[in-house]
Nanobody, 115 residues
Framework: QVQLVESGGGLVQPGGSLRLSCAAS????????MGWYRQAPGKQRELFAS???????TYADSVKGRFTISRDNAKNTVYLQMNSLKPENTAVYYC?????????WGRGTQVTVSS
Protein backbone atom coordinates (compact mmCIF):
# COMPACT_ATOMS: atom_id res chain seq x y z
CA GLN A 1 0.00 0.00 0.00
CA VAL A 2 1.41 3.35 -1.02
CA GLN A 3 1.37 6.24 1.40
CA LEU A 4 2.69 9.74 0.85
CA VAL A 5 3.30 11.91 3.90
CA GLU A 6 4.13 15.58 3.50
CA SER A 7 5.82 17.64 6.20
CA GLY A 8 7.74 20.85 6.75
CA GLY A 9 5.04 23.45 6.30
CA GLY A 10 4.39 26.34 8.61
CA LEU A 11 4.04 30.07 8.95
CA VAL A 12 6.77 32.15 7.35
CA GLN A 13 7.20 35.83 6.60
CA PRO A 14 7.37 37.09 3.02
CA GLY A 15 10.86 36.57 1.68
CA GLY A 16 11.46 33.61 3.96
CA SER A 17 12.22 29.99 3.17
CA LEU A 18 10.84 26.56 3.93
CA ARG A 19 11.85 23.05 3.01
CA LEU A 20 9.11 20.52 2.49
CA SER A 21 9.55 16.77 2.53
CA CYS A 22 7.41 13.98 1.14
CA ALA A 23 8.12 10.51 2.43
CA ALA A 24 6.80 7.65 0.32
CA SER A 25 6.15 4.11 1.41
CA UNK A 26 5.78 1.27 -1.04
CA UNK A 27 7.66 0.57 -4.24
CA UNK A 28 5.95 3.13 -6.46
CA UNK A 29 8.39 5.90 -5.62
CA UNK A 30 11.43 4.33 -7.25
CA UNK A 31 9.64 3.85 -10.58
CA UNK A 32 7.66 7.08 -10.79
CA UNK A 33 8.23 10.69 -11.63
CA MET A 34 7.09 12.81 -8.71
CA GLY A 35 5.43 16.16 -8.45
CA TRP A 36 4.61 18.82 -5.91
CA TYR A 37 1.10 20.18 -6.10
CA ARG A 38 -0.62 22.92 -4.16
CA GLN A 39 -4.13 24.08 -3.51
CA ALA A 40 -4.67 27.68 -2.54
CA PRO A 41 -7.90 28.79 -0.86
CA GLY A 42 -10.72 28.87 -3.38
CA LYS A 43 -8.59 27.43 -6.17
CA GLN A 44 -8.05 24.07 -7.79
CA ARG A 45 -5.09 21.90 -6.96
CA GLU A 46 -2.26 22.49 -9.40
CA LEU A 47 1.04 20.91 -10.31
CA PHE A 48 3.92 23.35 -10.11
CA ALA A 49 7.11 21.29 -9.85
CA SER A 50 8.07 17.85 -11.10
CA UNK A 51 11.08 15.57 -11.16
CA UNK A 52 11.62 12.37 -13.15
CA UNK A 53 13.35 9.30 -11.76
CA UNK A 54 16.49 10.78 -13.24
CA UNK A 55 16.90 13.90 -15.28
CA UNK A 56 15.75 17.46 -15.49
CA UNK A 57 13.17 19.10 -13.30
CA THR A 58 10.34 21.32 -14.48
CA TYR A 59 8.62 24.25 -12.81
CA ALA A 60 5.69 26.55 -13.28
CA ASP A 61 6.76 30.04 -14.25
CA SER A 62 5.40 31.38 -10.97
CA VAL A 63 8.00 29.46 -8.92
CA LYS A 64 10.90 29.15 -11.35
CA GLY A 65 14.11 30.42 -9.82
CA ARG A 66 12.70 30.37 -6.28
CA PHE A 67 11.69 26.74 -5.70
CA THR A 68 13.81 23.63 -6.14
CA ILE A 69 12.50 20.07 -6.28
CA SER A 70 14.82 17.17 -5.54
CA ARG A 71 14.56 13.51 -4.64
CA ASP A 72 16.53 10.95 -2.70
CA ASN A 73 15.64 7.59 -4.19
CA ALA A 74 17.48 5.73 -1.43
CA LYS A 75 15.25 7.40 1.16
CA ASN A 76 12.06 7.33 -0.92
CA THR A 77 11.72 11.05 -0.30
CA VAL A 78 11.10 14.07 -2.47
CA TYR A 79 11.92 17.55 -1.26
CA LEU A 80 10.87 21.08 -2.10
CA GLN A 81 13.12 23.97 -1.17
CA MET A 82 11.12 27.19 -1.28
CA ASN A 83 12.91 30.52 -1.15
CA SER A 84 11.74 34.11 -1.47
CA LEU A 85 8.26 33.09 -0.45
CA LYS A 86 5.35 35.36 -1.29
CA PRO A 87 1.88 35.67 0.27
CA GLU A 88 0.41 34.17 -2.91
CA ASN A 89 2.35 30.97 -2.16
CA THR A 90 -0.01 30.32 0.76
CA ALA A 91 -1.59 26.94 0.11
CA VAL A 92 -1.75 23.33 1.17
CA TYR A 93 1.15 21.52 -0.48
CA TYR A 94 0.93 17.90 -1.63
CA CYS A 95 3.12 15.43 -3.41
CA UNK A 96 2.01 12.68 -5.75
CA UNK A 97 3.27 10.73 -8.70
CA UNK A 98 2.92 12.00 -12.24
CA UNK A 99 0.20 11.83 -13.35
CA UNK A 100 -1.38 11.87 -9.91
CA UNK A 101 -3.52 9.04 -8.60
CA UNK A 102 -6.44 9.92 -6.35
CA UNK A 103 -5.73 7.15 -3.89
CA UNK A 104 -2.21 8.49 -3.29
CA TRP A 105 -3.18 11.95 -2.05
CA GLY A 106 -1.99 12.56 1.48
CA ARG A 107 -3.11 15.20 3.92
CA GLY A 108 -0.68 17.77 2.61
CA THR A 109 1.19 20.36 4.60
CA GLN A 110 -0.01 23.91 5.13
CA VAL A 111 2.25 26.76 4.08
CA THR A 112 1.21 30.23 5.15
CA VAL A 113 3.20 33.26 4.04
CA SER A 114 2.23 36.29 6.04
CA SER A 115 3.74 39.12 8.01
Amino acid sequence: QVQLVESGGGLVQPGGSLRLSCAASGTIFSISPMGWYRQAPGKQRELFASIPIRGSTTYADSVKGRFTISRDNAKNTVYLQMNSLKPENTAVYYCNILPPLARFWGRGTQVTVSS
